[in-house]
Protein backbone atom coordinates (compact mmCIF):
# COMPACT_ATOMS: atom_id res chain seq x y z
CA UNK A 1 0.00 0.00 0.00
CA UNK A 2 1.51 3.77 -1.16
CA UNK A 3 1.59 5.27 2.34
CA UNK A 4 2.59 9.17 3.58
CA UNK A 5 3.62 10.26 6.66
CA UNK A 6 3.21 14.10 7.40
CA UNK A 7 5.58 14.88 10.58
CA UNK A 8 9.42 12.75 11.44
CA UNK A 9 8.77 13.32 14.86
CA UNK A 10 8.81 10.96 17.44
CA UNK A 11 5.46 9.23 16.26
CA UNK A 12 5.50 9.77 12.63
CA UNK A 13 9.14 8.47 12.56
CA UNK A 14 8.08 5.14 14.29
CA UNK A 15 5.53 4.64 12.01
CA UNK A 16 6.69 5.32 9.07
CA UNK A 17 9.66 2.78 9.57
CA UNK A 18 7.24 0.05 11.05
CA UNK A 19 4.86 0.55 8.29
CA UNK A 20 7.67 0.39 5.75
CA UNK A 21 8.93 -2.56 7.18
CA UNK A 22 5.66 -4.64 6.90
CA UNK A 23 6.16 -4.19 2.90
CA UNK A 24 4.25 -0.65 2.28
CA UNK A 25 5.80 2.23 0.13
CA UNK A 26 6.09 5.43 2.82
CA UNK A 27 6.88 8.75 1.80
CA UNK A 28 7.85 10.95 5.05
CA UNK A 29 6.63 14.82 4.95
CA UNK A 30 8.72 17.42 6.97
CA UNK A 31 8.80 20.98 6.55
CA UNK A 32 12.19 21.16 8.53
CA UNK A 33 14.59 20.81 5.63
CA UNK A 34 17.63 20.09 8.11
CA UNK A 35 15.42 17.27 9.48
CA UNK A 36 14.78 15.43 6.46
CA UNK A 37 18.00 16.05 4.95
CA UNK A 38 19.84 14.08 7.94
CA UNK A 39 17.43 11.29 7.66
CA UNK A 40 18.34 10.65 3.97
CA UNK A 41 22.20 10.65 5.20
CA UNK A 42 20.98 7.95 7.91
CA UNK A 43 20.98 10.39 10.61
CA UNK A 44 18.38 9.53 12.94
CA UNK A 45 17.15 12.82 15.01
CA UNK A 46 15.68 10.57 18.46
CA UNK A 47 17.35 7.88 20.02
CA UNK A 48 14.83 4.42 20.18
CA UNK A 49 16.29 1.20 20.19
CA UNK A 50 15.94 -0.45 16.48
CA UNK A 51 14.42 2.52 15.04
CA UNK A 52 18.15 3.36 13.10
CA UNK A 53 18.47 -0.14 11.74
CA UNK A 54 14.38 -0.32 10.76
CA UNK A 55 15.09 2.74 8.75
CA UNK A 56 18.20 1.94 6.62
CA UNK A 57 17.39 -1.07 5.77
CA UNK A 58 13.75 0.06 4.46
CA UNK A 59 15.37 2.88 2.94
CA UNK A 60 18.04 0.76 1.26
CA UNK A 61 14.95 -1.50 0.18
CA UNK A 62 13.45 1.51 -1.61
CA UNK A 63 9.91 1.32 0.51
CA UNK A 64 11.36 4.45 2.45
CA UNK A 65 11.72 8.18 1.33
CA UNK A 66 11.88 11.74 3.09
CA UNK A 67 10.52 14.84 1.33
CA UNK A 68 9.73 18.28 2.40
CA UNK A 69 7.69 18.26 -0.73
CA UNK A 70 3.71 17.64 0.83
CA UNK A 71 2.46 17.35 -2.86
CA UNK A 72 4.77 14.75 -3.74
CA UNK A 73 3.66 12.68 -0.67
CA UNK A 74 0.38 13.24 -0.98
CA UNK A 75 -0.31 12.47 -4.73
CA UNK A 76 1.75 8.99 -4.12
CA UNK A 77 -0.14 7.83 -1.61
CA UNK A 78 -3.99 6.68 -0.61
CA UNK A 79 -3.23 6.75 3.30
CA UNK A 80 -2.25 9.76 4.95
CA UNK A 81 -0.63 9.65 8.30
CA UNK A 82 -0.97 12.77 10.28
CA UNK A 83 1.89 12.73 13.15
CA UNK A 84 2.96 16.08 14.18
CA UNK A 85 3.06 17.46 17.66
CA UNK A 86 0.44 18.43 19.47
CA UNK A 87 2.36 19.69 22.79
CA UNK A 88 0.66 21.25 26.30
CA UNK A 89 -0.73 24.56 26.02
CA UNK A 90 -0.34 26.89 28.99
CA UNK A 91 -4.04 26.16 30.20
CA UNK A 92 -2.94 22.14 29.63
CA UNK A 93 -5.15 21.94 26.60
CA UNK A 94 -3.62 19.68 23.48
CA UNK A 95 -1.71 22.50 21.33
CA UNK A 96 -3.60 21.23 18.08
CA UNK A 97 -2.14 24.17 15.64
CA UNK A 98 -0.05 22.06 13.53
CA UNK A 99 -2.64 19.28 13.43
CA UNK A 100 -5.12 21.75 11.96
CA UNK A 101 -2.41 23.55 9.58
CA UNK A 102 -1.37 20.17 7.91
CA UNK A 103 -4.89 19.33 7.43
CA UNK A 104 -5.80 22.45 5.81
CA UNK A 105 -2.41 22.00 3.53
CA UNK A 106 -3.50 18.27 2.92
CA UNK A 107 -7.05 19.43 1.13
CA UNK A 108 -4.98 22.04 -0.92
CA UNK A 109 -3.41 18.82 -2.19
CA UNK A 110 -5.68 16.12 -2.61
CA UNK A 111 -6.47 15.40 -6.01
CA UNK A 112 -8.32 12.27 -5.49
CA UNK A 113 -10.13 10.44 -2.93
CA UNK A 114 -7.97 9.53 0.28
CA UNK A 115 -8.08 8.74 3.38
CA UNK A 116 -6.70 10.47 6.14
CA UNK A 117 -5.39 9.21 9.47
CA UNK A 118 -4.32 11.42 12.62
CA UNK A 119 -1.95 9.23 14.59
CA UNK A 120 -0.98 12.60 17.17
CA UNK A 121 -2.89 12.49 20.56
CA UNK A 122 -5.53 14.70 20.07
CA UNK A 123 -8.25 15.51 22.28
CA UNK A 124 -11.94 14.11 21.75
CA UNK A 125 -14.04 15.64 19.02
CA UNK A 126 -11.04 16.35 16.56
CA UNK A 127 -12.14 13.84 14.00
CA UNK A 128 -15.19 16.78 13.86
CA UNK A 129 -12.82 19.69 13.62
CA UNK A 130 -10.36 18.25 10.78
CA UNK A 131 -12.63 16.85 8.80
CA UNK A 132 -14.47 20.21 8.83
CA UNK A 133 -11.28 21.94 7.75
CA UNK A 134 -10.57 19.65 5.24
CA UNK A 135 -14.15 19.55 3.96
CA UNK A 136 -14.24 23.64 3.69
CA UNK A 137 -11.08 23.33 1.68
CA UNK A 138 -11.57 20.80 -1.42
CA UNK A 139 -14.71 19.24 -2.61
CA UNK A 140 -12.27 16.06 -3.70
CA UNK A 141 -13.72 13.33 -1.17
CA UNK A 142 -11.94 11.88 1.86
CA UNK A 143 -12.67 10.10 5.23
CA UNK A 144 -11.30 10.37 8.42
CA UNK A 145 -9.76 7.72 10.63
CA UNK A 146 -8.86 8.31 14.40
CA UNK A 147 -5.80 5.62 15.51
CA UNK A 148 -4.03 7.06 18.29
CA UNK A 149 -0.50 5.25 18.98
CA UNK A 150 0.41 3.21 21.73
CA UNK A 151 4.24 3.29 21.91
CA UNK A 152 6.00 3.32 25.16
CA UNK A 153 9.63 5.39 24.73
CA UNK A 154 12.21 2.75 24.74
CA UNK A 155 10.33 -0.13 23.30
CA UNK A 156 8.26 1.86 20.40
CA UNK A 157 9.73 -0.41 17.65
CA UNK A 158 8.29 -3.32 19.49
CA UNK A 159 5.21 -2.08 20.31
CA UNK A 160 4.16 -1.50 16.75
CA UNK A 161 5.39 -4.30 15.27
CA UNK A 162 3.91 -6.29 18.08
CA UNK A 163 1.00 -4.00 19.54
CA UNK A 164 -1.08 -5.28 22.46
CA UNK A 165 -4.09 -3.75 20.66
CA UNK A 166 -4.19 -1.01 17.53
CA UNK A 167 -7.45 1.21 18.25
CA UNK A 168 -9.05 2.15 14.44
CA UNK A 169 -11.74 4.87 14.73
CA UNK A 170 -14.30 5.05 11.57
CA UNK A 171 -18.13 4.29 11.11
CA UNK A 172 -16.88 3.33 7.14
CA UNK A 173 -17.00 -0.60 6.63
CA UNK A 174 -14.73 -0.04 3.65
CA UNK A 175 -11.90 2.33 5.68
CA UNK A 176 -12.59 -0.38 7.91
CA UNK A 177 -10.83 -2.81 5.38
CA UNK A 178 -7.78 -0.75 3.97
CA UNK A 179 -7.23 -0.46 7.83
CA UNK A 180 -7.02 -3.84 8.51
CA UNK A 181 -5.09 -4.70 5.44
CA UNK A 182 -2.66 -1.60 6.09
CA UNK A 183 -1.96 -3.20 9.86
CA UNK A 184 -1.98 -7.03 8.95
CA UNK A 185 1.30 -7.70 8.72
CA UNK A 186 1.72 -7.26 12.42
CA UNK A 187 -1.11 -9.44 13.18
CA UNK A 188 0.00 -12.50 12.05
CA UNK A 189 -0.42 -14.67 14.92
CA UNK A 190 -4.69 -13.02 16.04
CA UNK A 191 -6.23 -9.84 15.32
CA UNK A 192 -5.82 -7.53 18.09
CA UNK A 193 -7.55 -4.56 16.10
CA UNK A 194 -10.20 -2.81 17.52
CA UNK A 195 -12.86 -1.03 14.95
CA UNK A 196 -15.19 2.04 17.48
CA UNK A 197 -15.82 5.22 16.52
CA UNK A 198 -13.23 8.24 16.16
CA UNK A 199 -14.53 10.39 19.30
CA UNK A 200 -14.16 6.92 20.85
CA UNK A 201 -10.85 6.25 19.84
CA UNK A 202 -9.67 9.66 20.91
CA UNK A 203 -10.94 9.08 24.54
CA UNK A 204 -9.02 5.39 24.70
CA UNK A 205 -6.50 6.92 23.98
CA UNK A 206 -6.45 9.67 27.42
CA UNK A 207 -8.29 7.25 29.08
CA UNK A 208 -5.24 4.74 28.95
CA UNK A 209 -2.62 6.39 29.49
CA UNK A 210 -4.17 8.31 32.77
CA UNK A 211 -5.44 4.93 33.87
CA UNK A 212 -1.61 4.18 33.85
CA UNK A 213 -0.33 7.16 35.64
CA UNK A 214 -2.78 6.68 38.11
CA UNK A 215 -1.25 3.61 39.19
CA UNK A 216 2.48 5.04 39.18
CA UNK A 217 1.02 8.03 41.27
CA UNK A 218 -1.16 5.88 43.81
CA UNK A 219 2.07 3.99 44.88
CA UNK A 220 4.33 7.14 44.81
CA UNK A 221 1.97 8.41 47.60
CA UNK A 222 1.56 5.09 49.07
CA UNK A 223 5.50 4.82 49.59
CA UNK A 224 5.31 8.33 51.37
CA UNK A 225 2.79 6.26 53.66
CA UNK A 226 4.79 3.56 54.19
CA UNK A 227 7.71 5.35 54.98
CA UNK A 228 5.90 7.28 58.12
CA UNK A 229 4.96 3.43 59.33
CA UNK A 230 8.28 1.47 58.30
CA UNK A 231 6.91 -0.53 55.68
CA UNK A 232 8.71 -1.39 52.64
CA UNK A 233 6.86 -0.55 49.46
CA UNK A 234 8.34 -3.29 47.45
CA UNK A 235 6.88 -5.88 49.74
CA UNK A 236 3.71 -4.10 49.25
CA UNK A 237 4.06 -3.80 45.80
CA UNK A 238 4.67 -7.85 45.23
CA UNK A 239 1.54 -8.41 47.79
CA UNK A 240 -1.05 -6.52 45.87
CA UNK A 241 0.50 -7.32 42.58
CA UNK A 242 0.09 -10.92 43.23
CA UNK A 243 -3.63 -10.15 42.87
CA UNK A 244 -4.87 -11.49 39.44
CA UNK A 245 -7.16 -8.22 39.55
CA UNK A 246 -4.25 -5.79 40.05
CA UNK A 247 -1.67 -7.00 38.47
CA UNK A 248 2.20 -6.40 38.66
CA UNK A 249 2.52 -3.61 35.89
CA UNK A 250 3.37 0.11 36.45
CA UNK A 251 3.59 -0.64 40.02
CA UNK A 252 6.97 0.29 40.90
CA UNK A 253 7.40 3.24 43.44
CA UNK A 254 9.94 5.96 42.18
CA UNK A 255 10.18 9.24 40.95
CA UNK A 256 7.10 9.44 39.37
CA UNK A 257 6.34 9.82 35.35
CA UNK A 258 7.17 12.03 32.92
CA UNK A 259 8.42 12.35 29.12
CA UNK A 260 5.94 13.20 25.92
CA UNK A 261 2.86 11.14 26.40
CA UNK A 262 1.68 10.97 30.35
CA UNK A 263 2.23 14.29 31.40
CA UNK A 264 0.16 16.32 28.67
CA UNK A 265 -2.11 13.48 28.48
CA UNK A 266 -3.51 13.64 32.02
CA UNK A 267 -3.20 17.61 31.66
CA UNK A 268 -5.09 17.39 28.53
CA UNK A 269 -7.62 14.78 30.25
CA UNK A 270 -8.13 17.57 33.04
CA UNK A 271 -8.64 20.36 30.58
CA UNK A 272 -11.36 18.55 28.64
CA UNK A 273 -13.46 17.74 31.77
CA UNK A 274 -13.48 21.37 32.68
CA UNK A 275 -14.23 22.34 29.34
CA UNK A 276 -17.64 19.93 29.89
CA UNK A 277 -17.76 21.41 33.26
CA UNK A 278 -17.42 17.94 34.44
CA UNK A 279 -14.07 18.02 36.53
CA UNK A 280 -11.79 14.71 36.33
CA UNK A 281 -10.47 15.15 40.06
CA UNK A 282 -9.08 11.68 40.07
CA UNK A 283 -6.85 13.02 36.87
CA UNK A 284 -5.85 16.20 38.87
CA UNK A 285 -4.81 14.20 41.78
CA UNK A 286 -2.89 11.59 39.91
CA UNK A 287 -1.06 14.95 38.53
CA UNK A 288 -0.57 16.57 42.01
CA UNK A 289 1.03 13.46 43.64
CA UNK A 290 3.16 13.01 40.90
CA UNK A 291 5.25 16.82 41.26
CA UNK A 292 4.73 16.03 45.13
CA UNK A 293 6.47 12.86 44.93
CA UNK A 294 9.62 14.33 43.06
CA UNK A 295 9.53 17.26 45.41
CA UNK A 296 9.41 14.86 47.96
CA UNK A 297 12.27 12.91 46.80
CA UNK A 298 14.64 15.73 46.09
CA UNK A 299 13.64 17.30 49.87
CA UNK A 300 15.40 14.26 51.24
CA UNK A 301 18.67 14.43 49.42
CA UNK A 302 19.07 18.25 50.49
CA UNK A 303 18.15 17.73 53.81
CA UNK A 304 20.94 15.16 54.30
CA UNK A 305 23.43 17.29 53.41
CA UNK A 306 21.87 20.39 55.24
CA UNK A 307 23.92 22.91 57.46
CA UNK A 308 26.95 22.28 56.32
CA UNK A 309 29.96 24.47 56.10
CA UNK A 310 31.62 23.16 52.94
CA UNK A 311 29.89 23.47 49.73
CA UNK A 312 28.78 19.69 48.72
CA UNK A 313 28.93 18.23 45.81
CA UNK A 314 26.62 15.17 44.78
CA UNK A 315 27.21 12.83 41.63
CA UNK A 316 23.95 12.36 39.64
CA UNK A 317 23.10 8.95 37.80
CA UNK A 318 20.23 9.37 35.18
CA UNK A 319 19.06 12.14 33.79
CA UNK A 320 16.39 10.73 31.06
CA UNK A 321 12.75 10.39 32.46
CA UNK A 322 13.04 6.83 31.97
CA UNK A 323 15.45 4.30 30.46
CA UNK A 324 16.09 3.62 26.95
CA UNK A 325 15.47 6.91 25.63
CA UNK A 326 17.08 10.56 25.11
CA UNK A 327 13.70 12.21 25.97
CA UNK A 328 13.96 14.47 29.09
CA UNK A 329 10.98 16.24 28.52
CA UNK A 330 9.19 16.58 31.63
CA UNK A 331 11.75 14.10 33.64
CA UNK A 332 11.41 14.22 37.05
CA UNK A 333 15.23 13.50 37.08
CA UNK A 334 15.81 17.30 35.90
CA UNK A 335 13.41 18.53 38.06
CA UNK A 336 15.51 16.76 41.02
CA UNK A 337 18.41 17.93 39.92
CA UNK A 338 16.57 21.72 39.12
CA UNK A 339 15.98 21.54 42.80
CA UNK A 340 19.58 20.40 43.92
CA UNK A 341 21.30 23.32 42.20
CA UNK A 342 18.55 25.47 43.80
CA UNK A 343 19.52 24.33 47.23
CA UNK A 344 23.05 25.14 47.12
CA UNK A 345 24.26 21.62 45.91
CA UNK A 346 26.89 21.60 43.15
CA UNK A 347 26.33 18.03 40.60
CA UNK A 348 28.12 16.00 38.56
CA UNK A 349 25.85 13.88 36.31
CA UNK A 350 25.78 11.27 33.71
CA UNK A 351 22.78 9.26 31.36
CA UNK A 352 23.82 7.29 28.15
CA UNK A 353 21.57 8.64 25.86
CA UNK A 354 20.07 11.78 27.07
CA UNK A 355 23.28 14.29 28.10
CA UNK A 356 22.74 16.34 24.55
CA UNK A 357 19.43 17.19 25.37
CA UNK A 358 20.04 17.28 29.15
CA UNK A 359 22.40 20.21 28.22
CA UNK A 360 19.61 22.16 26.57
CA UNK A 361 17.29 22.49 29.49
CA UNK A 362 19.81 22.33 32.99
CA UNK A 363 21.88 25.15 34.70
CA UNK A 364 25.16 25.37 33.19
CA UNK A 365 26.51 24.63 36.73
CA UNK A 366 25.99 21.44 36.37
CA UNK A 367 28.74 19.56 34.97
CA UNK A 368 28.30 16.59 32.13
CA UNK A 369 30.73 14.17 32.62
CA UNK A 370 31.57 11.34 29.73
CA UNK A 371 31.55 7.97 31.89
CA UNK A 372 29.25 7.06 34.83
CA UNK A 373 31.73 6.70 37.12
CA UNK A 374 33.61 10.19 36.51
CA UNK A 375 30.22 11.46 38.89
CA UNK A 376 32.37 9.83 41.62
CA UNK A 377 34.86 12.00 42.40
CA UNK A 378 35.09 14.77 44.68
CA UNK A 379 30.89 13.67 45.47
CA UNK A 380 29.22 13.36 48.72
CA UNK A 381 26.83 11.14 47.78
CA UNK A 382 25.50 8.98 44.22
CA UNK A 383 21.98 9.66 43.52
CA UNK A 384 20.45 7.28 41.17
CA UNK A 385 16.97 9.36 39.29
CA UNK A 386 17.15 6.75 35.60
CA UNK A 387 16.72 3.04 35.65
CA UNK A 388 19.04 2.62 33.37
CA UNK A 389 20.43 -1.37 32.77
CA UNK A 390 23.75 -0.57 33.25
CA UNK A 391 23.06 1.00 36.65
CA UNK A 392 21.32 -2.36 38.21
CA UNK A 393 25.08 -3.97 39.49
CA UNK A 394 27.32 -1.43 39.42
CA UNK A 395 30.93 -1.96 41.18
CA UNK A 396 29.78 -1.22 44.47
CA UNK A 397 33.71 -1.47 46.13
CA UNK A 398 34.35 1.40 43.56
CA UNK A 399 31.41 3.72 44.35
CA UNK A 400 32.89 3.02 47.73
CA UNK A 401 36.24 4.03 47.53
CA UNK A 402 35.81 7.10 44.94
CA UNK A 403 33.54 9.13 46.36
CA UNK A 404 34.36 11.54 49.48
CA UNK A 405 31.02 9.74 51.34
CA UNK A 406 29.92 6.62 50.66
CA UNK A 407 26.23 7.28 50.36
CA UNK A 408 23.40 6.25 47.87
CA UNK A 409 20.19 7.98 47.26
CA UNK A 410 18.08 5.47 44.88
CA UNK A 411 15.04 7.00 43.16
CA UNK A 412 14.60 4.24 41.27
CA UNK A 413 14.25 1.66 43.95
CA UNK A 414 17.37 -0.53 41.84
CA UNK A 415 18.71 -2.49 44.75
CA UNK A 416 18.92 -4.59 47.88
CA UNK A 417 19.31 -1.79 51.05
CA UNK A 418 20.86 -4.89 52.72
CA UNK A 419 22.72 -5.81 49.94
CA UNK A 420 24.66 -2.28 49.77
CA UNK A 421 25.14 -1.47 53.75
CA UNK A 422 27.18 -4.51 53.64
CA UNK A 423 29.35 -2.83 51.42
CA UNK A 424 30.17 -0.18 53.60
CA UNK A 425 27.57 2.25 51.93
CA UNK A 426 24.71 4.19 53.50
CA UNK A 427 21.49 3.46 51.46
CA UNK A 428 18.68 6.10 51.45
CA UNK A 429 15.93 4.48 49.05
CA UNK A 430 11.79 5.42 48.60
CA UNK A 431 9.93 3.42 51.52
CA UNK A 432 12.63 0.61 51.58
CA UNK A 433 11.46 -0.09 55.74
CA UNK A 434 14.38 0.67 57.59
CA UNK A 435 16.36 1.96 55.11
CA UNK A 436 13.88 4.23 53.47
Given at each position: ??????????????????????G????????????????????????????????K???A??????????????????????????????D???????????????????????????????P?G???????????????????????????E??????????????????????????Q???????????R????????????????????????????????????????????????G???????????????????????????????????????????????????????????????????????????????????????????A?????????????????????????????????????????????????????D?????????????????????????????????????????????????
Amino acid sequence: MKVSVVGVGYVGLVAAGCLADGGNHVICVDKDTKKIDDLKKGIIPIYEPGLTEIIKKNEAGGRLAFTTNLQEGIDNSKVIFIGVGTPSAEDGSADLSAVFEVAEQIAGCMKEYKIIVTKSTVPVGTNEKVSRIISNATDVPFDYVSNPEFLKEGSAVDDFLKPDRVIIGTTNPEVREVMQHLYSPFMRKNSRILFMDPASAEMTKYAANTMLATRISFMNELSGLCEKYGADIEQVRKGIGSDSRIGNAFLFAGLGYGGSCFPKDVKALIHMGLQQEHPMTIATAVQQANYRQQDRFAEKVIKYYQGRDEDVQVGVWGLAFKARTDDVRESPAIRCVEEFIRAGLKVKAFDPEAMGEAKKVLPQSVELVAQSYDVLEGSSGLIVLTDWQEFRTPDFDRIAADMNEAVIFDGRNLYDPAYIQKQGIEYHGIARGKYA
